[in-house]
C-alpha cells in the first residue's frame, strides 16, 4: 500500500475543519468513502472495503472497515478490522472489532450492550494467538455518540497510530498482521455464522439467556413477549389512525417544520416504540386516495371507522431505527423518521408480507418502494436512502 500514510494524514488534518462545511459533495468525505478503501484493496483485493464519514452528514467518527464476506459484509454486524478515528483527530487506531448495531438492536440498554461486547470480546482475546505489539487492551476514541462508544467494548487487538508518527510500511505491515488474527478468528469458527457462535458463547457465560431465531439472531428469551407486544401496538395504531382525519395542506405545512428533528428518548412511549402521530399516517393513507401503493387493485374491504377503502400505514424505513446512528445529526439529535414521505399505503396481505414474508419478495417490494420515495426523502426530510442500508434495516443482508 505505496503511500498510503499520506491519505491517513489527510483525513487527520482536514477532517475536523471539513466537517464544518457541507456534507454534500465534500471531497473529504468521498476520500473516506472511497479513494482510501481502493488504495487498500489494490492490494487485498479478496477483501470487501468499505469507509463512512457518515450518512447525509458528517459523522463524529469516521471509519474505513475490511471484511471477510465468509463472516460479514456490514460494519453494522459479525467482526472485522476496521480503522477508527479519533472525535479529536489526534490519532486512529486499527482494530477486530465487533459490530454495535446488531446489538443495540436485540437489546434492552446500551450498559447490556457494552456487557455483551466485551465477553466477546474477552473470549476472542483467549482464543486468538496475538503478538504482544498487538495486545493493545482497549480502545480510546473520546467519543461522545452511542455508535463511537460502542466500538470501544467490542475492540478485541489492534494498535494505535498517533498524529505525524506513522508510516505506510507500518500500516502496510500492521495490516497483514491484522488480518492474520482476523483469518485465525475465521478458522476458529469452523464455518459457523457468527450470530450462532455468538449465542453459544453468550449463552455459556449468561446461563442460557437467549435463543437463535430462524433468522440466526441472537434474541433473548424474554424479547419473544415484546416482539408480539409490538404487533400488538401496531394494531392499535392502525385503529388510532383511522379514527382521526387527515391534516389539511396548511396544517401539513406547519408540521413539516416543526417536527423535522427529534431529540433522543423523548420521543418513546413507556412500552418502548417510538410515538407517531396518527393524524399524519391518515394523512398518507388519505393520499394515496386509500390503495395499496403496491398494487393500487389490491381492494381490500370498507372500513366501518372511515368508510374508506381499508388500508395500513407502514414506515418505510421502521421506527425502531429512530435512533440509529445513520440519522444523527448532533449530540443527541436525529432526523424524525415520522414523516410523510416515509410512510406508505399498503393493503393488510402487503402489509404483512413485508414483515414476514420471504426475503426474495420482500426485497422486491422494498425495491419498489424505494424508487418511489427515495428522491422525495432526500428533498423533503433530508434523508439520505440507499438500498442496501434498506434492505438491512429488514434484515435481508
Known sequence: MKDI????KLVLDEYLKEKEKDYKGNYLAKHIRETIPYEIKKKYDNYIVTGSSGKGSWTYTPWIAIFNDKITKSAQKGYYIVYLFKEDMSGFYISLNQGYTFFKNNSKSEEEVHRY???????????LNIDISYRLNEIKLNATTDLGKGYEPGHI???YYETGNFNSNELD????KMLGYYDQLYNLMHGDSFEKINASILEDKFNDKYFINENNEIIETDRVKEEFNNLVEDQKYQQNINQNEPYTDKQLEEIRNKNKEIKKQKGKRTNN???????LGKTALSRANFKCEIDPNHITFTSKSGMNNYVE???LI??????HQDFLIDNDIYINLDQLENIV?????????????????VKEMLMFLYEKRVNSLLTNDNIELDINDLFKYYGLV
Open 5 to 8: 500514510a499520506k491519505h491517513f
Open 117 to 127: 461486547l466485551k465477553t466477546l470480546s474477552d473470549y476472542w482475546k483467549d482464543q
Open 157 to 159: 487487538c489492534g494498535k
Open 173 to 176: 505491515f500492521d495490516l497483514s
Open 273 to 279: 416504540r417510538y410515538k407517531t402521530d396518527f393524524k
Open 313 to 315: 400505514a407502514h414506515h
Open 318 to 323: 421502521p421506527m425502531k431505527y429512530q435512533e
Open 345 to 361: 399505503s399498503l393493503c393488510p396481505v402487503c402489509h404483512a408480507k413485508i414483515h414476514f414474508g420471504i426475503k426474495d419478495e
